[in-house]
């Protein structure tokens, strides 16, 4: 007598998926404006700019690293906290063409006003996630990004930037 198959799960229906993806994108997309109202910066530049404070003299490359984001993004926000007076950017003692990006006091004063985490809530909340349901999670949304035949090089955009 053959053994029974596990039963599969029922089907979610898609539009219960579909509804809470548009819960993670609304919690983004309120921190993120909360944050820029409060402070008149985007939550990606706020990321740098707390990353620069946390890291006196980092470079462009590590700040680009530790955002995950391309090189010229990173570049690009760096510019725009360089005009507003947030930071200044010393030329590397060994290599010239290096620049070692400093955070400037109105800095320090504007990123006590920020409200919740520098990086934004999505990652701080895959942070707590255990390591085996952010591992599926992976799997699932790369499934997902394959069906929707998306461009993957659109994932070094920081979500405050979307």
Same mark, same amino acid.
């Given at each position: 007598?053959?053994?029974?198959?596990? %039963?599969?799960?029922?089907?979610?229906?898609?539009a219960?998926? +579909?509804?809470?993806?548009?819960?993670?994108?609304?919690?983004v997309?309120?921190?993120?404006?909360?944050?820029?109202?409060?402070?008149? /910066?985007?939550? %990606?530049?706020?990321?740098?700019?707390s +990353? #620069?404070?946390?890291?006196?003299? #980092?470079?462009?490359?590590?700040? %680009?690293?530790?955002? @995950?984001?391309?090189?010229?993004?990173a570049?690009?926000?760096?510019?725009?906290?360089? !005009?507003?007076? +947030?930071?200044?950017?010393?030329?590397?003692?060994?290599?010239k063409?290096?620049?070692?990006?400093?955070?400037?006091?109105?800095?320090?004063?504007?990123?006590?006003?920020v409200?919740?985490p520098?990086?934004g809530? +999505?990652p701080?909340?895959?942070?707590?996630?255990?390591? !085996?349901? /952010?591992?599926?999670?992976d799997? @699932?949304?790369a499934?997902? #990004?394959? /069906?929707?035949?998306?461009?993957?090089?659109?994932?070094? #955009?920081?979500?405050?930037?979307l």
């Amino acid at each position: 007598m053959p053994t029974p198959s596990p %039963a599969s799960p029922p089907r979610v229906p898609t539009a219960v998926v +579909l509804r809470r993806f548009r819960v993670v994108f609304n919690a983004v997309r309120t921190h993120f404006k909360q944050v820029e109202k409060q402070v008149g /910066l985007g939550g %990606a530049q706020v990321w740098a700019l707390s +990353l #620069i404070r946390d890291q006196p003299g #980092i470079g462009l490359g590590e700040l %680009a690293r530790g955002m @995950d984001v391309h090189q010229s993004t990173a570049s690009n926000l760096v510019k725009g906290l360089l !005009q507003k007076g +947030l930071i200044r950017a010393d030329k590397g003692h060994a290599d010239k063409r290096q620049v070692q990006l400093v955070a400037l006091p109105e800095a320090l004063t504007l990123l006590a006003k920020v409200p919740g985490p520098f990086e934004g809530v +999505l990652p701080e909340a895959l942070d707590k996630l255990p390591a !085996q349901t /952010l591992a599926q999670l992976d799997r @699932d949304l790369a499934k997902l #990004i394959t /069906l929707l035949k998306a461009d993957e090089s659109t994932g070094s #955009i920081p979500l405050a930037q979307l």
